[in-house]
């Protein structure tokens, strides 16, 4: 069964310093997409990022920068040099490509706190 | 157009009122989402709509949830006899294909 596990449900952090959001995740299938979504305080969910099963790059995208490793099932989220405005809950998610649809199973969400 | 819109971006009703929720996706997305989120949890899926495929109901809470999506574009999401744990935001998503939704910016419904 897919399931998203997002284990730290709120973190603290002083501002500048760096942080990692961890995602485990549980499919069965081989092709599947991993997803990481911010929620600002203002509610809309902004996407950030999509990676396929297939391409274990590491990506890096400013601050941002994600580890996908599928021997231990984890994509984790990292954000360097934390900003104020990071804060936010960021929820990660999976999607099974044999589905023949779009559904995403959601993570229940990590709530960051950046402190000035 | 731009993003994924949705109508009212509030709204308060008192216990045992109907509610109706619209959702605009992005044009030309297929796929269509709806999910609650109450208050500090995560999304709970709704329903989803593919196409002209049947949709995908299984996440509605109760009978007095119903949805559905008029041409393959716009959707509405109906509650019936509302209740006070109705209260929560309800965002809806859209997508092309390949898994990325896109999110609008949710209806905050209150029923009091």
């Known amino acids: 069964a897919q399931k998203v596990t997002q284990a730290q449900t709120e973190i603290s952090v002083v501002e500048k310093e760096d942080v990692t959001l961890d995602c485990v995740y549980e499919t069965r299938d081989t092709t599947y997409y991993l997803f990481w979504y911010k929620q600002p305080p203002s509610g809309e969910l902004v996407f950030l990022i999509r990676r396929n099963s297939f391409d274990e790059q590491n990506e890096i995208s400013g601050r941002y920068s994600w580890n996908f490793q599928k021997s231990t099932s984890s994509f984790n989220f990292t954000i360097t040099a934390s900003q104020v405005v990071d804060s936010a809950v960021y929820f990660c998610a999976l999607s099974e490509a044999r589905r023949g649809d779009d559904k995403i199973i959601f993570g229940k969400g990590t709530r960051l706190h950046i402190l000035p | 157009g731009a993003g994924v819109s949705q109508s009212p971006s509030n709204k308060v009703t008192e216990k045992g009122k109907d509610v109706e929720l619209r959702c605009d996706p992005i044009?030309?997305?297929?796929?269509l989402y709806w999910y609650r989120q109450s208050l500090g949890q995560g999304l709970e899926f709704l329903i989803y709509f593919q196409g002209n495929s049947a949709p995908d109901k299984s996440g509605l809470p109760s009978d007095r949830f119903s949805a559905e999506r008029t041409g393959g574009s716009v959707s509405t999401l109906t509650i019936q006899r509302t209740q006070q744990e109705d209260s929560a935001v309800y965002l809806c998503?859209?997508?092309?294909?390949?898994?990325?939704?896109?999110f609008g910016p949710g209806t905050r419904l209150t029923v009091l």
């Open positions: 044009s030309g997305h297929t796929a």
């Open positions: 998503a859209s997508s092309l294909g390949q898994g990325t939704q896109y």
